[in-house]
């Protein structure tokens, strides 16, 4: 298991510095949000090589697998294969991606049409078939929007009926805490990357562990099922205990 941290480009050289001085990590999932960023990201491809870093790619929040405008559908399939394009050398572990989201009413009404969806984008020729795709569990507060992939079924649906080989599931312990359901248990075959984070069950606030309502137990029966990636989606300054408190599991 690789323990890593999240980025954005804003905040990489931070990043560097941390993984220079906790030699414990060697991961970095790093958020991108246009393409123009990808040139900016491969001026770090030297950094990456001499820390010995795997990199993920966490894909733009405003990514939507569950979109009824095909052509819209179809120009995010095109986004993700140009960024895979552009970013060749760096050797991307995975594309970590939220399923997206539709109007709460029309959701409520047909939920399987926007699932469908999903199964449809994951499942497209288009779609680069080497690239690891990575589908994360997330949370609704039941606003004009809400997201899918907030509970347990939505993933079991997914998975039934993608013919995708390169998929898995990332595992969310902040999403979780605000709409929690039985991910470990029922998904724990498809579980490779976790990120993780603590806060108190309302705010997705990414505060280090121990300092909300996520308990011990809870992470060390994740740990047991051995994911490849542990990404600590924590605020920076509590990256060191955090660590502390994963070596006393």
């Not at 997201?147 to 013919?163: Q, R, S, W």
């Amino acid at each position: 298991m690789k323990v890593g941290i999240s980025a954005l480009l804003f905040n990489m050289e931070e990043a560097i510095e941390i993984c220079k001085s906790e030699k414990s990590i060697k991961h970095i999932e790093i958020g991108i949000d246009n393409l123009e960023e990808c040139e900016k990201l491969l001026r770090y491809k030297k950094d990456f090589e001499e820390l010995n870093l795997s990199i993920g790619i966490h894909l733009p929040m405003e990514l939507n697998t569950c979109e009824n405008i095909i052509y819209i559908r179809n120009s995010w399939i095109s986004f993700i294969n140009e960024i895979n394009k552009q970013l060749s050398t760096l050797n991307i572990e995975y594309f970590n991606m939220h399923l997206g989201y539709a109007i709460t009413s029309r959701l409520n009404n047909n939920r399987n049409k926007y699932l469908k969806n999903t199964v449809e984008f994951l499942n497209d020729n288009c779609l680069d078939s080497n690239i690891v795709i990575s589908i994360e569990n997330t949370y609704s507060k039941r606003g004009d929007f809400s997201n899918i992939g907030n509970n347990v079924k939505d993933f079991e649906y997914i998975f039934n009926n993608t013919i995708r080989k390169k998929i898995c599931f990332c595992y969310d312990t902040g999403h979780f805490l605000i709409n929690k359901d039985d991910y470990i248990d029922k998904l724990s075959e498809k579980i490779k990357i976790v990120h993780l984070s603590d806060n108190d069950g309302t705010i997705d606030s990414h505060i280090g562990i121990g300092k909300g309502i996520l308990c011990m137990n809870h992470i060390k029966k994740i740990l047991e099922y051995n994911p490849e990636y542990l990404v600590l989606e924590i605020d920076y300054k509590d990256i060191k205990d955090t660590l502390v408190n994963l070596k006393s599991l």
